[in-house]
């Protein structure tokens, strides 16, 4: 028995790349020219090919910080009812260097306060709502 099949097929992106091996496969096709797509799609050949065998990324591992242990610290510290005020994060950064022994670099520690909302919004800007504009 001989089937004769006319397919079509529009890949637009990676994903696609999936769904052309399951056709490929389940009408016995020849692979498909993985430059001619990489062309189409602007990519890698090399990614194309690993898109269309399904390796899809991989999970990473979640690593503590080092900046985690001082977490309760700098919960302290930023709470309203601290008597210390740190207007900037490289103040509080330089006094848990040298009071609390924090050791990393001043990037990281940034990073951590941004990605942690409690504290990114002790630094953000705070509008001064007795301001008068005036328009000229």
């Known amino acids: 028995m001989k089937y004769k099949l006319v397919m079509d097929i529009e ?3 990676v994903e696609d790349l ?6 490929v496969e389940a009408n016995n096709l020849d692979k498909p020219n993985f430059s ?18 399904g390796d899809d990324k991989k999970e990473r591992k979640k690593k ?17 009812n ?5 207007y900037y994060k490289d103040h509080l ?9 924090l050791n990393c670099t001043r990037n990281n520690f940034n990073y951590y306060i941004l990605n942690h909302e409690e504290f990114a919004k ?9 301001a008068i504009k005036s328009e000229k």
């Open 36 to 53: 001619e797509i990489a062309r189409n799609l602007g990519i890698d050949r090399r990614t194309a090919k690993k898109y269309y065998l």
């Open 18 to 23: 999936k769904k052309l091996r399951t056709i």
């Open 64 to 80: 503590k910080s080092v900046i985690d242990k001082y977490y309760t610290i700098i919960e302290e510290l930023l709470s309203e």
């Open 11 to 13: 890949i637009n992106s």
């Open 93 to 101: 950064f330089r006094y848990l260097q040298r009071e609390h022994g």
């Open 122 to 130: 002790y630094f953000r800007p705070k509008g001064n709502s007795n």
């Open 82 to 86: 601290s008597t210390q005020v740190f």
